[in-house]
């Protein structure tokens, strides 16, 4: 228990850091863990050389390699469109991916797209077209940057269209479970609000336990006394699950909410608490064009939690650049946010992540004051997104610079009680004798219940690494097994793991003198 939570798993890639160049500029926008193997799931773009966005898709092991059963390599380049670039996607119960993003054509005029990969990484030829679906939403660009799949397999899309008046809408649509646009939602199939100025977008999406949908993302509003000019404020819009706006939340299913330097505002991930509170991060803009990190809170009415913060607010001050692109809550009611903090563009910046209390305040027993700033590489470093395992431990996934161009960052950071040893799940005790034992020592297992065939034995150290080792079946004591440690191996404490070829798992901790 020395690691501090927050501290990087050093059993995870390489000292807690798997980076990859795909050839010239790379980067993560999402990260998912699958649950029933643990196994992660990003997605983003690797720009070629012509600076053409191609979309990517990756998976790696637990332990942080790549997944060579993805895709024949661990990882899935698109290059069927002139760009494409993925923002978000869901791992689906029977372990399909459905990717969502944006396609551009020959004229470089983007349109929505998803598309659906079986568990190898090969295309869903069930879904849309060969895969893929392609979805004009208007006769201008528009792209999807968020998705939540509903319990009937159906799938919500958050993003943005730009209208005949060649303003962009933020818009929520709806498609079935195959791909094809429910064009009973919302207003012939968009659900959406009414806007003054060009830019308005919905970059997160979330879905209440009655079906009703939350979106958030930015708003621009035009500046009292300005003449004209635009900013950004913080988006928050509530529909029912038919696309309709709700008239109880906000003022007409909308909150715009600025920040009070009038200058811009930008709300880039959301969760949901169970009792319907929303947080949204991301940053605002200061009167010397720096930017703060920004949290804000708001009831399941769209008004300010007063108690959240400051009146429903939260910043935090670093460096020049400050931003929250990613944020998760964790089942203790705590935040975890991640971005990056650092100079102005082009100049250094680290991965930030940060972890507050239900109030928002800083949790003091994260990290450094409840921060952690991680160098990924030697330059522009900038985190995307994170997500949770299932025992806690903290992925984040975005960029770094290797001097020249962005490379793909994954992290693994530990959190309360986690060290960098996987803690498996107690399924049957393990009987180990003797016990503390000594290199070169011989040491039997017993295990309860039955089993049959020889089993895999594995001997792992506190940071996951696993030692081989000889197994001997003991005809003399039922489901017995035999192991001879290895005469280079170090004290310590380590955890023995039994799984027969049928039967439960069992595993036990061996001290090693």
């Known amino acids: 228990m020395a690691q501090v939570p927050g501290d990087l798993d050093i059993s995870f890639a390489n000292n807690g850091k798997y980076i990859q160049n795909f050839g010239f500029q790379d980067n993560l926008t999402k990260v998912r863990v699958q649950p029933w193997d643990q196994k992660i799931i990003a997605v983003g773009t690797a720009i070629n050389t012509s600076f053409s966005g191609q979309l990517l898709v990756m998976r790696l092991n637990p332990d942080g390699t790549l997944d060579t059963s993805f895709d024949g390599d661990g990882y899935l380049i698109i290059n069927d469109f002139t760009e494409s670039y993925a923002y978000d996607l869901v791992i689906r119960s029977d372990e399909k991916i459905v990717v969502v993003g944006t396609v551009a054509d ?10 659906r990969l079986k568990a190898d990484g090969s295309l869903d030829a069930t879904f849309g077209t060969g895969g893929m679906v392609v979805t004009e939403m208007s006769p201008q660009d528009d792209m999807a940057h968020a998705v939540v799949e509903l319990t009937d397999g159906s799938l919500l899309l958050a993003g943005r269209a730009r209208n005949g008046s060649f303003l962009y809408d933020p818009i929520v649509t709806h498609f079935s479970e195959t791909g094809v646009m429910d064009m009973t939602f919302g207003t012939s199939g968009m659900a959406t609000l009414p806007v003054a100025g060009e830019d308005n977008n919905f970059w997160s999406l979330g879905v209440n336990p009655d079906g009703s949908i939350i979106a958030s993302g930015h708003y621009a509003s035009e500046i009292p006394g300005s003449g004209g000019a635009f900013q950004f404020d913080v988006l928050l819009a509530k529909f029912s699950s038919v696309g309709q706006l709700d008239p109880t939340f906000g003022t007409g299913g909308v909150v715009i909410a600025p920040m009070p ?13 169970p009792a319907g ?5 991301g940053y605002t803009t200061l009167m010397d064009f720096t930017y703060d990190m920004l949290l804000m809170a708001f009831d399941a009415q769209g008004s300010s939690i007063p108690s959240f913060g400051t009146s429903g607010v939260v910043t935090f001050n670093n460096a020049d650049q400050d931003v929250a692109y990613g944020i998760e809550r964790q089942n203790d009611g705590r935040i975890l946010v991640a971005g990056t903090s650092g100079g102005f563009i082009f100049n250094d910046r680290d991965f930030i992540l940060a972890r507050y209390l239900d109030n928002g305040t800083l949790d003091a027993g994260f990290g450094t004051g409840g921060v952690v700033l991680t160098t990924a590489m030697a330059a522009f470093d900038e985190a995307n997104a994170l997500t949770l395992q299932a025992d806690g431990k903290i992925l984040v996934a975005g960029k770094g610079m290797n001097g020249s161009n962005n490379d793909a960052v994954i992290m693994r950071h530990l959190n309360d009680g986690t060290v960098g040893m996987q803690d498996l799940p107690l399924v049957h005790e393990l009987s180990i004798h003797p016990n503390p034992a000594r290199s070169n020592d011989r040491v039997s297992l017993r295990m309860a219940g039955t089993s049959s065939g020889q089993p895999e034995v594995r001997l792992m150290d506190l940071h996951g690494r696993t030692v081989q080792l000889d197994v001997l079946r003991s005809s003399a004591i039922d489901n017995g097994y035999m192991i001879l440690l290895p005469g280079d191996l170090a004290a310590g404490c380590y955890t023995v793991v039994l799984q027969p070829v049928s039967g439960a798992i069992a595993h036990g901790r061996l001290i090693v003198e």
């Open 261 to 273: 330097t009038g200058k811009d505002d930008q709300a880039f991930g959301q969760v949901i608490t």
């Open 106 to 115: 020959p004229t470089y005029q983007f349109a929505t797209f998803m598309m």
């Open 277 to 281: 509170d929303i947080v949204v991060c």
